[in-house]
């Protein structure tokens, strides 16, 4: 009997408690900051009797509540638990998982549908911004599937302020504008069937679901309409999702048609004189970039542009079209991923050198996840 009570009191007690949970960075060159990290939702609640979204709560090495976030994904069933984690290169820091009452933590990913400025889909973080174009804008004949960037040097969010009526965020007021054109391009970063060595571009998305809205991340769906691409009708779906403290979004695309296999390139938009393509040399080749030549839309200096993506595979590297192109092929139905992400010269990416080491690093995060382990 006294075993039995002491059992039990042992469980109460790690419940009371709370669970560990350790997060190992595999890298011994690169400490990791202000990183996500996922835990099932089954999970959580299988070592937390009783645990609810609204009472789960992420205790830091140092006692304090840590920003964390129950995904959905689009669904009314929790899903997942995310936080961000900072572990020292080689390292392992260690988090706790507990009930209690969550504070309300700063909101540091958003996005939403801006019916008043022509159907704009729109998102952010605390480093960068973009939009994508919607159906009010085609029906005017303005026709683009491409990534556009709203250029950030503040922390805050700023959509619901830059979309006020009389507001013009294509002007610099100290916080950031929008002087990236995209028009019938890929912009920065979006992805197209490539066939026949011919880009085939969809139009503006038809429908948006959001996912997750913050703090921590946003994500969503858009979807759009079929369109040719060289002898077959495509369907397209791009599923986009951003995270605080970073500059990259990870975007899902997934294609479906009569066809077995596609063809298809993510793409920069080049600029012409005074552009760079960045030099990353990686073998296999797994990602790319572009720095863009000043910018002197509306003021003489807007500073420069930095596009970067990485990708989980060697791609086909080629600059033609207009485009820096990274093609690659793709199966009907399977739903493909790669990292997109965006910096200025007038923030925290201030040279082509910056950028390069922003991709790079980038691509060491996606090829060595954290490592987590409830305890």
Same mark, same amino acid.
């Given at each position: 009997?006294?075993?039995?009570?002491?059992?039990?009191?042992?469980?109460?007690?790690?419940?009371?408690?709370?669970?560990?949970?350790?997060?190992?960075?595999?890298?011994?060159?690169?400490?990791?900051?202000?990183?996500?990290?996922?835990?099932?939702?089954?999970?959580?609640?299988?070592?937390?009797?009783?645990?609810?979204?609204?009472?789960?709560?992420?205790?830091?090495?140092?006692?304090?509540?840590?920003?964390?976030?129950?995904?959905?994904?689009?669904?009314?069933?929790?899903?997942?638990?995310?936080?961000?984690?900072?572990?020292?290169?080689?390292?392992?820091?260690?988090?706790?998982?507990?009930?209690?009452?969550?504070?309300?933590?700063?909101?540091?990913?958003? !996005?939403?549908?801006? &019916?008043?400025?022509? %159907?704009?889909?729109?998102?952010? +973080? /605390?480093?960068?911004?973009? =939009?994508?174009?919607?159906?009010?804008?085609?029906?005017?004949?303005?026709?683009?599937?491409?990534?556009?960037?709203?250029?950030?040097?503040?922390?805050?969010?700023?959509?619901?302020?830059?979309?006020?009526?009389?507001?013009?965020?294509?002007?610099?007021?100290?916080?950031?504008?929008?002087?990236?054109?995209?028009?019938?391009?890929?912009?920065? !970063?979006?992805?197209? &069937?490539?066939?026949? %060595?011919?880009?085939?571009?969809? +139009? /503006?998305?038809?429908?948006? =679901?959001?996912?997750?809205?913050?703090?921590?991340?946003?994500?969503?769906?858009?979807?759009?309409?079929?369109?040719?691409?060289?002898?077959?009708?495509?369907?397209?779906?791009?599923?986009?999702?951003?995270?605080?403290?970073?500059?990259?979004?990870?975007?899902?695309?997934?294609?479906?048609?009569?066809?077995?296999?596609?063809?298809?390139?993510? !793409?920069?938009?080049?600029?012409?004189?005074?552009?760079?393509?960045?030099?990353?040399? /990686?073998?296999?080749?797994?990602?790319?970039?572009?720095?863009?030549?000043?910018?002197?839309?509306?003021?003489?200096?807007?500073?420069?542009?930095?596009?970067?993506?990485?990708?989980?595979?060697?791609?086909?590297?080629?600059?033609?079209?207009?485009?820096?192109?990274?093609?690659?092929?793709?199966?009907?139905?399977?739903?493909?991923?790669?990292?997109?992400?965006?910096?200025?010269?007038?923030?925290?990416?201030?040279?082509?050198?910056?950028?390069?080491?922003?991709?790079?690093?980038?691509?060491?995060?996606?090829?060595?996840?954290?490592?987590?382990?409830?305890?």
């Amino acid at each position: 009997m006294k075993r039995i009570a002491l059992l039990l009191s042992t469980a109460v007690l790690s419940v009371a408690c709370g669970v560990r949970v350790e997060v190992v960075n595999p890298l011994k060159q690169l400490a990791r900051a202000d990183e996500t990290v996922e835990i099932a939702w089954a999970e959580v609640a299988d070592r937390l009797s009783g645990v609810t979204p609204e009472t789960i709560v992420v205790e830091a090495p140092d006692g304090r509540q840590q920003p964390s976030q129950v995904l959905y994904n689009g669904g009314t069933e929790p899903q997942a638990l995310i936080f961000q984690a900072t572990v020292p290169a080689g390292g392992t820091t260690t988090y706790r998982l507990k009930c209690g009452e969550r504070e309300a933590y700063p909101v540091q990913a958003y !996005g939403r549908f801006v &019916p008043e400025r022509m %159907d704009d889909f729109a998102w952010e +973080n /605390n480093r960068i911004g973009h =939009r994508m174009y919607g159906p009010a804008l085609e029906a005017t004949g303005e026709i683009s599937n491409g990534i556009d960037i709203w250029l950030k040097r503040t922390d805050s969010l700023v959509i619901d302020r830059w979309y006020r009526p009389g507001f013009n965020y294509h002007a610099d007021h100290g916080e950031g504008l929008d002087c990236y054109k995209v028009g019938r391009t890929l912009g920065a !970063g979006a992805m197209a &069937p490539y066939e026949k %060595d011919s880009l085939w571009l969809g +139009n /503006n998305y038809v429908s948006y =679901r959001v996912l997750d809205n913050g703090p921590i991340r946003i994500a969503f769906q858009l979807d759009y309409a079929p369109f040719r691409a060289d002898t077959v009708m495509v369907t397209e779906r791009r599923t986009v999702s951003l995270d605080a403290n970073t500059h990259f979004n990870r975007i899902t695309e997934e294609y479906t048609g009569d066809f077995d296999r596609l063809k298809v390139a993510a !793409g920069i938009v080049t600029r012409g004189a005074g552009g760079r393509v960045l030099d990353i040399l /990686n073998k296999p080749i797994r990602m790319v970039g572009y720095w863009e030549p000043l910018n002197t839309d509306n003021l003489p200096d807007n500073g420069h542009t930095a596009v970067g993506l990485v990708f989980p595979c060697e791609v086909k590297v080629e600059t033609r079209l207009g485009h820096l192109l990274a093609g690659t092929v793709i199966p009907e139905g399977r739903p493909f991923t790669y990292l997109m992400g965006a910096g200025w010269s007038k923030s925290d990416v201030p040279t082509p050198e910056a950028m390069t080491q922003l991709i790079f690093d980038e691509s060491l995060r996606m090829e060595n996840p954290l490592v987590v382990t409830l305890k």
